[in-house]
C-alpha cells in the first residue's frame, strides 16, 4: 500500500514526532522539499499528503506494504450492500459511475469530482491538473479544442 491516505486521518502506526510533521505537511508554506510516494497510476495529492524535508536536512523513508483482498462471498455482494466499490466497478448508478478512469480508485474518483466542480464554478482547471480527455471538458465548455488551454489563469 504505497498511499496511506494520511489525509483521511488514518492511524499508520507513526510516533508522535513523525505525526507532527505530516501536520506540517498539509499546509502549503514551508521550505525544503515535500516528498509524496504514490501509486504511478494516480495522481500525486501532494497539497494534502507527504513527508517535509527541510533545506539541509536529510531522511531516510521506509515502506512496507499490505494487500487486502475481497473473499469471493464479498465479491458476490450487491455493490450497495457492501457499501463499496471494485476496481472493475465504474458504472453503478445508485453508487458512482466514473467519468475519464477505466477502474475505480478513491483518489480517480476524488480528482474527478473536484474537476467536475472546478469546471462547473470557474470553467477551468489549476496549472497542476492532470490533462483531462477532451469529452469530459466539453461536458462543460462546449467549444473547447484539444489544443485549447483550461488552466486557470
Not at 474518483?109 to 464554478?121: D, G
Request: with cysteine; hydrophobic share 30%.
Amino acid at each position: 500500500l504505497l498511499d496511506p491516505m494520511l489525509s483521511d486521518k488514518i492511524d499508520s502506526g507513526l510516533g508522535w514526532e513523525d505525526s507532527e510533521r505530516i501536520k506540517t505537511a498539509e499546509s502549503n508554506f514551508y521550505e525544503g522539499w515535500k516528498v509524496h510516494i504514490h501509486d504511478p497510476s494516480e495522481f500525486p495529492e501532494v497539497s494534502k499528503k507527504g513527508i517535509l524535508v527541510g533545506i539541509g536536512q536529510e531522511a531516510s523513508v521506509s515502506l512496507s506494504a499490505e494487500h487486502t483482498s475481497s473473499s469471493d462471498s464479498v465479491k458476490s455482494m450487491s455493490p450497495t450492500r457492501r457499501k463499496c466499490l471494485l476496481k472493475k466497478e465504474t458504472d453503478v448508478p445508485e453508487m458512482y459511475t466514473m467519468k475519464m478512469f477505466s477502474e475505480y480508485k478513491k483518489s480517480s474518483c476524488l480528482l474527478e469530482c473536484r474537476a467536475e466542480q472546478l469546471m462547473e464554478k470557474f470553467g477551468c482547471l489549476p496549472y497542476f491538473y492532470p490533462s483531462l480527455p477532451a469529452y469530459f471538458i466539453q461536458k462543460f465548455s462546449k467549444d473547447h479544442k484539444k489544443k485549447d488551454s483550461i488552466s486557470c489563469s
